[in-house]
């Protein structure tokens, strides 16, 4: 049996080399192992001989500590959530471009969202009457041209993720501000959606749950930039997506801002009441899927850990122990 600490962050790819191999592999919380260190005689050092000695002793010494298991789905949703992240990210380089391009050009520029269609359409406005604006004009069209293919690379990654995510039963994707890449991350990176204990703990790891910073007789609470920023990004375009139409969340949000919050905190409070919604709406789902079949999904075991593709180093990325809460989530209205 191996021990091995982070097996949903950095020690990710070893796990996954062991199980592929047929070995028993435990995931060691990093939290755990830590715990271990500051009370061993090397007065809290960490090197990679008390590293290893204090993840050991945790397997051990802790009950109830989850075994890896790759699920092949969850693998291959997190390699098509990063190419679609990549997508995106080239997307807006080359949109950039035609924006500086197009400055030259035009006056005043082109509007901020822009199409390939849009972008040929002002071209057209264009008369080169020097080498100059020749050679932006020809730029511009080869970077409308590089635009067309990612959009529709884009659009074809998008129809394969929402197809493995109508297979795979999950209703993500039904919620406002939840897209087939933002709901294909939210799968990858969580895997077992109860390895966390309460909604509470899937905050803390996905870094929306405030930090408390009372002194005294002052009470208040500040950011937390710990946690799993991939799932932080995904939350805050949910809520900035809520709030630009006539949603719950929207609501919320003007409540909030009307009992005093400025904005940034109002819009903390709805990154963190979203939190909620995912949770319980995966927690769903996983136990819908699981109800699906006498073993629950195929290759997986009650105490299994579905892992995604790509390891990150986030300080709280890391499974929590404790006891798992059974009891059955109340029904989930669309935000």
Request: net charge positive.
């Amino acid at each position: 049996m191996w021990a091995v600490e982070g097996c949903n962050g950095i020690g990710r790819h070893l796990a996954h080399r062991l199980v592929h191999h047929g070995e028993t592999v435990i995931d060691v919380p990093a939290k755990l192992s830590a715990q271990v260190r500051v009370f061993a005689t090397g007065n809290g050092r960490k090197t990679d001989a008390v590293d290893a000695h204090s993840v050991a002793i945790a397997a051990l010494r802790a009950p109830n500590l989850r075994r890896v298991h790759a699920d092949p789905e969850l693998i291959a949703l997190g390699l098509l959530a990063d190419r679609r992240d990549e997508l995106g990210r080239l997307r807006t380089q080359t949109v950039n471009r035609i924006h500086r391009l197009l400055l030259d050009l035009l006056p005043g520029g082109a509007k901020t969202f822009l199409s390939a269609k849009q972008a040929r359409v002002l071209l057209t406005q264009v008369t080169a009457t020097d080498p100059v604006a020749n050679v932006h004009k020809r730029l511009v069209t080869e970077q409308i041209d590089e635009l067309e293919v990612i959009d529709a690379k884009i659009k074809a990654a998008d129809k394969e993720l929402r197809q493995l995510l109508t297979d795979r039963g999950s209703t993500l994707m039904t919620l406002n501000g939840i897209g087939p890449s933002s709901a294909a991350r939210l799968l990858a990176d969580t895997g077992d959606i109860e390895r966390f204990a309460t909604r509470a703990r899937f905050a803390s790891w996905n870094g929306t749950a405030p930090l408390d910073a009372s002194s005294g007789d002052q009470r208040r609470h500040r950011l937390s930039r710990a946690g799993n920023r991939k799932i932080n990004r995904v939350l805050h375009i949910m809520a900035i997506v809520q709030l630009r139409h006539p949603t719950a969340g929207r609501a919320y949000y003007d409540h909030k801002r009307l009992a005093g919050k400025t904005s940034m905190e109002a819009i903390r409070a709805l990154k963190r009441r979203l939190s909620n919604v995912i949770y319980v709406r995966m927690l769903a789902d996983q136990r819908q899927r699981e109800s699906a079949g006498p073993a629950g999904q195929s290759g997986t075991t009650p105490a299994s850990s579905a892992t995604g593709s790509n390891p990150h180093t986030d300080p709280s990325d890391k499974p929590h122990p404790g006891p798992t809460n059974k009891a059955k989530p109340q029904p989930l209205t669309k935000s």
